[in-house]
């Protein structure tokens, strides 16, 4: 499989990095706490990439091992754990997320012919399976065991499922990218090629979510409470600005500096918003916006850099990613880093 050391290559960044503060940052007033990086190290190759974690600290992604191919693991307690693989079907693969019970998912190689969603738990790896497709991917798990994901359907066209007890249930042409504690999807339902209405699906219904009259929305996130973050048009003021849509109630977050426009990617369960800000010409910043303030994260100890997937981020304000590492013959590579 070509592409599974393509995560991995030293040419793409990925940093998926948020960061929750204490309530001293709310305030404006000049103290802020200093993150040091823990890096993650590998799976005895060269590069790895953290992806997700919990609130308990422990991280998933993926990492090289000495031979170049890319494994899931798991890192908990200071240690880099290798989840293998799919029976009879290798161990190459990602881990996407991890709920409470160290229950992990994501994507692995099945028979060295296509990719199927699986769920980890108790060191015995599953197979998800497809909704009669070849491919399938595992994106999100809550702490009741609940998953949701894509895979492709006999017709070769992709739909969002939900994975409960064992049972793959069909959401149709649904894109999910979340499940809260509460059975609660964000996802988003194609109109047509061009339009995209957020909402969140619920017992089987899909709600819009419905800004200034508008559906074509980047919802990004969603946090226990149902509150979802994300991006829009900002009719009144003619530019794109982050949201915090929460009971059918809109906050617009404000831009960092005039000109700018900018976008939220994370929410946590204390209202916590991560996002980013750009002035258009290349220059960017993460932001942080909480009881109506907002922080300009480069200013204390976080860079910016690409992001691949989203952010992640624990209600204890611990933070995964990838940074850029000395390697060999000069070369920078990517490790995989907890920033506490």
């Known amino acids: 499989m070509d592409g599974k050391r393509r995560l991995l290559v030293p040419t793409v960044v990925a940093l998926l990095l948020a960061v ?3 309530p001293a940052w709310a305030g404006g007033g000049p103290t802020a706490h200093r993150y040091h990086m823990i890096d993650l190290g590998t799976l005895g190759g060269r590069g790895s ?16 091992t000495s031979n170049g191919d890319s494994h899931p693991f798991l890192w908990r307690h200071g240690h880099m754990i290798n989840l293998g693989g799919l029976p009879n079907s290798g161990h190459s693969g990602t881990a996407l997320a991890v709920n409470n019970r160290d229950e992990v998912v ?7 012919e296509s990719l199927h969603a699986f769920l980890w738990r108790n060191g015995h790896m599953t197979d998800l399976g497809t909704l009669g497709g070849r491919n399938s991917s595992a994106s999100s798990i809550n702490d009741r065991g609940e998953v949701v994901g894509s895979s492709q359907t006999t017709d070769g066209s992709y739909h969002s499922f939900l994975w409960r007890a064992g049972h793959l249930r069909d959401l149709g042409p649904l ?3 979340q499940i809260n504690n509460h059975g609660q999807i964000l996802g988003a339902m194609p109109q047509s090629p061009s339009d995209l209405h957020a909402g969140i699906w619920y017992k089987g219904r899909f709600t819009p979510i419905v800004i200034d009259g508008q559906t074509n929305l980047d919802a990004s996130a969603i946090n226990n409470a149902g509150c979802v973050a994300g ?9 794109n600005e982050a949201f915090l849509w ?7 977050l404000g831009v960092l500096r005039a000109g700018w426009y900018g976008m939220a990617t994370a929410i946590n369960d204390r209202g916590q918003i991560l996002g980013w800000a750009t002035s258009g010409n290349g220059e960017f910043r993460y932001v942080l916006w909480q009881h109506g303030r907002m922080v300009d994260l480069s200013t204390h100890g976080v860079p910016y850099m690409p992001t691949i997937g989203g952010p992640a981020i624990n209600d204890r304000g611990k933070i995964v990613g990838a940074v850029l590492v000395p390697g060999p013959y000069g070369l920078l590579v990517q490790h995989a880093v907890l920033f506490v």
């Not at 953290?50 to 422990?58: K, R, V, Y």
């Not at 929460?246 to 617009?252: K, L």
């Open 231 to 239: 991006g829009a048009f900002h009719q009144a003021k003619q530019r």
């Open 246 to 252: 929460c009971s059918g109630r809109t906050t617009w």
């Open 49 to 64: 990439v953290a992806i997700g974690l919990n609130n308990h600290g422990d991280v998933v992604g993926s990492a090289e």
């Open 175 to 177: 894109i999910s990218r």
């Open 20 to 22: 929750w503060v204490s």
């Open 106 to 112: 994501g994507t692995a190689n099945f028979h060295n």
